[in-house]
């Protein structure tokens, strides 16, 4: 079982989850009732986005990351999709930026204004028609801009370029799999994908229960697994430390974790039974700290873990316990984390029973938690591009570009710039204008760019300060009222005493 008594030390065994309180989360989301295993959440340092039920064709929600509290159910939507959508992604490279994949078999790129979504959101700035059934995955490159990865239920797996000129790109950059000769093999059905921190390889779980290594230039499978008694559902790489994990169930139907080398596939390099459940277990892994974190769809606890280079390379650690299930989870990456209040990793929980998507935040208690901690956080990947997508086409590796979570802190990038950064096309490029625009004061060396974004962060600190003085006003008042209920009822009562008395 998952539990085993352990005297290694580390300095995350007293690693505590902190759900935020319902003023903190979002409510009344309306949150879809898919059953396809994918999250239907993706979050980042300025927006949360959640796939939502809607009747006739498929939409999402897109929520300033601070525009927490009971949500509008006449709130705007984007909502150009014509099916059910499955799964929404953002662009690592750009908050403003995020990926969609539908019922509908298409694939939609949009922009999201940096004022949020003011009004239904319905014509994308990219569509990619290249499949002919649902489109059940969506995954961006980790290091080469606007290069996005596509499966779907017709056997096609498909690598596309999305800064292609047009609004309807047909015609994929790579093919890296597809039906031959009219047959489809179960390889190319997909259940899970997951690239390593280069982007050179890319690992997958098909419907026949194999994991496999793909080389995603060419589509050329590298490695297969060969073990029976693990039938695998989801997958990741374990970055920095040459492992590659997969949860599935066992011949007894029970739910596990593999660990493999995934240069060699033949025998997996750890196995363990968790528990008898049916749910899909989600896999989340923080490569700075190398701790693993295992969320079942349909339960209400996450198991965490540590991992190292050396057996028994996993290494139990605690779990955080809730009475509501989850649905899905979203991520925010390192760079939109609470570095002074010791968070290392914070979830969006979607719990469908209550409409309501709950931020769980992963925390290590430090006796100084005000300061920055410089072994929580080392260098972390950044939200810029190592390089563009023609280079990776061509060959070119590289790991992704880091930066300091320490604030006032930058790091230079190693790399030359790519030809987005250049100039000045790259900042003016990501302010989207919907009704609001941005206060842009030109010099003649730079560009000052006041950034609404932060005017919203500004608006929303007031607005919660604005509700927790009227919740404390309502409570005064309700005090003050049974106060006043109590000296009339004191005062009746010395009425009726007087009145008895003087008859």
Not at 159 to 173: H, K, M, N, T
Not at 296 to 313: F, Q, W
Not at 342 to 348: P, T
Not at 426 to 439: A, E, M, N, V
């Amino acid at each position: 079982m998952s539990w085993r008594s352990s005297f290694r030390c580390s300095k995350f065994r007293h690693i505590f989850g902190k759900s935020a309180t319902k003023e903190h989360s979002y409510d009344r989301v309306p949150i879809t009732r898919s059953v396809h295993d994918n999250h239907y959440c993706s979050a980042n340092p300025c927006f949360i986005a959640v796939v939502t039920e809607c009747a006739g064709g498929g939409s999402f929600l897109v929520l300033p990351i601070h525009h927490t509290g009971r949500v509008d159910p006449q709130h705007p939507r984007v909502c150009g999709h014509s099916s059910r959508v499955l799964d929404v992604k953002w662009n690592p490279f750009d908050d403003y930026c995020i990926a969609s994949c539908s019922e509908d078999c298409t694939v939609k790129i949009w922009d999201i204004p940096i004022c949020g979504v003011q009004q239904n959101l319905t014509k994308a700035r990219k569509t990619l028609i290249g499949h002919s059934r649902r489109v059940g995955l969506i995954e961006w490159h980790p290091t080469a801009e606007n290069l996005l990865l596509s499966a779907a239920y017709d056997y096609k797996v498909l690598l596309w370029d999305v800064s292609q000129a047009g609004a309807v790109i047909r015609y994929p950059v790579r093919v890296v799999l597809m039906p031959i000769h009219h047959r489809y093999p179960s390889e190319a059905l997909l259940l899970s994908v997951s690239f390593n921190s280069d982007g050179s390889r890319l690992a997958v779980t098909s419907k026949d229960r194999h994991v496999r290594v793909l080389d995603p230039r060419t589509g050329k499978i590298l490695q297969v697994s060969s073990s029976n008694s693990h039938k695998a559902n989801k997958v990741l790489y374990i970055g920095g430390l040459k492992l590659l994990l997969s949860t599935g169930s066992s011949s007894w139907n029970h739910r596990q974790i593999v660990l493999w080398d995934p240069d060699d596939l033949s025998e997996p390099l750890y196995e363990e039974d968790l528990d008898g459940s049916a749910g899909v277990l989600f896999p989340f892994y923080d490569p700075d700290t190398h701790m693993l974190y295992l969320a079942g769809k349909g339960d209400g606890n996450i198991r965490y873990y540590e991992l190292s280079a050396e057996k028994p390379y996993i290494s139990y650690l605690t779990e955080y316990r809730s009475l509501l299930p989850q649905k899905g989870l979203g991520v925010m990456p390192k760079r939109g984390l609470d570095v002074t209040a010791c968070e290392i990793f914070r979830f969006y929980r979607l719990i469908a029973i209550k409409d309501l998507v709950e931020p769980l935040s992963m925390i290590v208690p430090r006796k100084e938690s005000g300061i920055f901690q410089e072994d929580l956080y080392p260098m972390t990947a950044g939200n810029q591009a190592a390089m563009t997508a023609q280079e990776w086409l061509l060959g070119v590796n590289r790991g992704p570009v880091l930066m300091s979570l320490k604030p006032d802190t930058r790091v230079p990038n190693p790399y030359p710039e790519t030809q987005a950064e250049k100039g000045l096309v790259r900042q003016l490029s990501s302010l989207r204008f919907q009704s609001s625009p941005c206060l842009l004061i030109l010099h003649t060396n730079s560009v000052l760019v006041f950034s609404v974004f932060q005017l919203l962060q500004a608006f929303y600190k007031q607005q919660d300060e604005i509700k927790g003085l009227k919740d404390e006003l309502h409570q005064k008042d309700v005090s003050s009222q049974t106060v006043r209920y109590q000296k009339f009822l004191s005062d009746t009562f010395l009425y009726f005493c007087v009145f008895t008395f003087c008859r």
